[in-house]
């Protein structure tokens, strides 16, 4: 959180309430939120939609918060900083969505192959799993 302001001060820009209540709760949400979610989670007294929309595009561009595509209509968001990075498990029929924190995370072959045929290097990931829920599945035998 200190880093956070640290950033935006770095920037130039004033941290104000409503930015640091929007990392705040990305940090504590373990799955990403949409811009619905966030402006639900604020305490009084709620800014207003727009400025919600406003300060997560500002903190997005800042690379302090990171966008989600969950193949879904709505964008996403998280806190990019976050030390445990988790997966992320989507139903595709409910839309319902779990974080997923791996044992083990070990793609360097995969970051390899970046670096040797896109001579990108890799310093993070985001990895989304898609399928059917523990309830859709059941919902679909007893059909
Ligand atoms: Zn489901
Ligand atoms: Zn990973």
Redesign the pocket.
């Known amino acids: 959180m200190r880093k956070h302001s640290e950033t935006l001060r770095r920037v130039g820009q004033t941290a104000t309430r409503g930015r640091k209540e929007i990392l705040r709760i990305l940090e504590e949400a373990p799955i990403p939120l949409s811009p619905r979610d966030i402006h639900d989670r604020f305490p009084e007294p709620k800014p207003d939609a727009a400025t919600v929309y406003r300060n997560l595009s500002l903190l997005l561009s800042l690379g302090l918060v990171r966008s989600v595509a969950l193949h879904e209509r709505s964008r996403r968001y998280e806190a990019a900083s976050a030390g445990v ?1 988790r ?1 992320r498990v989507v139903c595709r029929d409910c839309g319902r969505i779990e974080a997923f924190q ?1 044992a083990t ?1 070990d ?1 360097s072959k995969i970051e390899e192959e970046i670096r040797r045929r896109l001579g990108f290097k890799v310093a993070d ?1 985001s ?1 989304e799993f898609f399928g059917s829920c523990p309830d859709c599945q059941a919902k679909e035998q007893t059909e």
């Open positions: 990075h997966h791996a995370c793609l990931h990895l």
